[in-house]
């Protein structure tokens, strides 16, 4: 779906159009969803909070202006601080692990387990991550946001999220035994240190 | 938003490896089943619905059923009067085919047309309950009838339409869910009630067929 049919939705939606904001659920739930699940691990939490989030947006749809914020920033920030409270609720652990283990493909048994032992391998290779790098990976990846968007999702600079995103993907390259490419000089914006380790962010979330 | 062949090729145009490696992840692990799909979506308009509808659109309710009212009730009036018409015009008497015509064909010029219907299904399974649980036969046979014929309009009307669909869907629901919880002590009761929740559950397995038919979502 392109921005300006986003947009137009959005704008319906605004206007009360439960049909419009049918059409932007069915095109975003399953990015959220993806998000919000890589974030708390358990597939039952990740369905309500994924309900939540539309909920709120359904909600604050009136008030969004878009400003030049790009809606999928705007909802997926609501994902985030989403997810954040009940993180802060529940006091568990976030665990990639626990993410659900659906049968993926009619294949036979080997192909069935090699291919369970490559998704186990990136599952750990994404707990060796800090916080806001696998934040990112979720954001970019999973629920394929652009850097702008992800940006305003997590309300940092584009750039931060850049480095962050770039950091990640080396680090998943030498977990996963992927041929590591020495960084180009102008591959990935440089970041702060803080940044780098996964410290608090110093813009508003 | 992306998609995930944008966003790897905005970072690495080299790494396709570690692209096939976290797709493959995300696709196994993280996305959401049909079904979960579906409960998200039905639950998230559902409340979008009930907040529409709890202030202006009560109002705006009561407005458009004003002409259905008033017409019925001179229909009903023609015939009868008092009590006596409106028992004439309960499910099973002599005047409930005339209320029904009256209310259907009201129910065509009705601004909000799918909610119109969903509310006369309601209305007939509401009926259907009523005489079933009084043992009333005849007032169940004629609701439930008039509740095949509605249901069939509804669901035809709101094809392709998934939010008429799943609103529907959840006012059948909250029907069978009265339905399964009323008295079945009486025999004579029972039957009526479990021929009523047949049919509101032959209801609802159409309309998730329908559902199902217009797929889980659009996602890019």
């Known amino acids: ?111 069935v387990a090699a291919l369970r032992d490559e ?51 080396g680090a998943l390259r030498r977990s996963l035994g992927i041929e590591v490419i020495e960084p180009d000089a102008g591959r990935g914006d440089p970041v702060d240190d803080d940044e780098a380790r996964g410290a608090p962010s110093k813009a508003q979330a | 938003m992306m998609d995930g062949s944008e966003v790897m090729g905005d970072i690495d145009r080299d790494d396709g490896e570690l692209e096939r490696r976290l797709r493959a992840y995300a696709g196994a692990r993280l996305s959401p089943d049909q079904w979960a799909s579906l409960r998200m979506r039905a639950a998230v308009i559902e409340h979008g619905r009930a907040a529409r509808d709890e202030a202006p659109t009560t109002r705006r309710w009561r407005l458009a059923w004003r002409p259905v009212l008033f017409v019925a009730l001179v229909g009903v009036l023609a015939v009868g009067t008092g009590t006596t018409a409106a028992l004439a015009a309960s499910a099973g008497g002599p005047l409930y085919g005339t209320r029904i015509w009256v209310e259907t064909t009201l129910v065509s010029l009705a601004g909000n047309r799918p909610d119109a219907q969903a509310a006369l299904v309601d209305q007939r399974l509401g009926e259907a309950a009523d005489a079933a649980g009084a043992g009333n036969d005849a007032g169940a046979n004629a609701a439930l009838s008039a509740y095949d014929t509605e249901v069939a309009a509804a669901i035809a009307a709101s094809a392709e339409n998934r939010a008429n669909l799943e609103h529907l869907r959840a006012v059948i629901a909250k029907r069978l869910d009265h339905l399964q919880g009323m008295d079945k002590s009486s025999p004579k009761a029972a039957a009526q009630i479990a021929r009523a929740i047949a049919k509101a559950e032959a209801s609802l397995a159409e309309i998730d067929a329908q559902l199902e038919a217009l797929g889980p979502d659009a996602s890019p």
């Open chain 1, 1 to 111: 779906m392109d921005d300006a049919t986003i947009d137009r939705l959005v704008e319906q939606a605004r206007q009360g159009d439960l049909q419009a904001f049918g059409s932007i659920f069915d095109a975003y739930h399953a990015a959220v969803y993806r998000f919000v699940v890589s974030r708390v691990g358990r597939p039952s939490d990740a369905e309500d909070l994924t309900q939540l989030v539309f909920v709120k947006a359904l909600e604050a749809l009136p008030r969004y202006k878009a400003r030049g914020v790009p809606f999928g920033g705007w909802l997926f920030r609501l994902a985030r601080n989403t997810v954040i409270d009940h993180v802060r609720t529940r006091r568990e652990h976030v665990d990639l692990e626990a993410a659900t283990h659906r049968a993926t493909e009619d294949a036979g048994p080997e192909a």
């Open chain 1, 119 to 169: 998704l186990d391998a990136v599952a750990r290779a994404l707990t060796e991550l800090t916080e806001d790098q696998r934040e990112v990976i979720a954001l970019r990846f999973f629920a394929g946001l652009s850097a702008r968007e992800a940006a305003v999702a997590m309300g940092r600079q584009e750039g931060t999220i850049r480095g962050l995103q770039f950091r990640a993907i």
